[in-house]
């Protein structure tokens, strides 16, 4: 049974750092993608960064390309997200997410999702 754990979160002003972490079990984690997307309030969950299962492929959404960085630790298991300069925009709850597809131009959706982790929560003040 594949296991999303997120963790990480937390309240911080505009111009901090956050390390999100995803703990991933029940699957070999060398052939998964693996994405994190994100949902605020009233909005639809959105793409945010992913991780191709070869090589070093990665993708961002515009919006945090230059100050959020994915990365994994296949040798532990977890997925990480570095975000650095965040902005209240960057407000939501923040989702693991094991793609069953890829998005080669980069705009991953939902439906390039098979797993969801439960989400960690990241709120930004100004």
């Known amino acids: 049974q594949v296991q999303l754990t997120e963790s990480g979160g937390g309240s911080v002003q505009a111009g901090d750092s956050l390390k999100l972490s995803c703990t991933v079990s029940?699957?070999?984690?060398?052939?998964?993608?693996l994405a994190w997307f994100r949902q605020s309030p009233g909005n639809e969950r959105e793409f945010v960064a992913a991780?191709?299962?070869?090589?070093?492929?990665?993708w961002y959404h515009d919006s945090v390309k230059g100050r959020f960085t994915i990365s994994k630790d296949s040798a532990k298991d977890i997925l990480y997200l570095q975000m650095n300069n965040l902005k209240p925009e960057d407000t939501g709850l923040y989702y693991c997410?094991?793609?069953?597809?890829?998005?080669?131009?980069?705009?991953?959706?939902?439906?390039?999702?098979?797993?969801w982790g439960q989400g960690t929560q990241v709120s930004v003040s100004s």
């Open positions: 991780i191709a299962h070869y090589g070093g492929e990665l």
């Open positions: 029940g699957v070999p984690f060398r052939s998964v993608g």
């Open positions: 997410a094991k793609l069953s597809t890829y998005a080669t131009n980069g705009g991953f959706g939902t439906s390039n999702v098979r797993f």
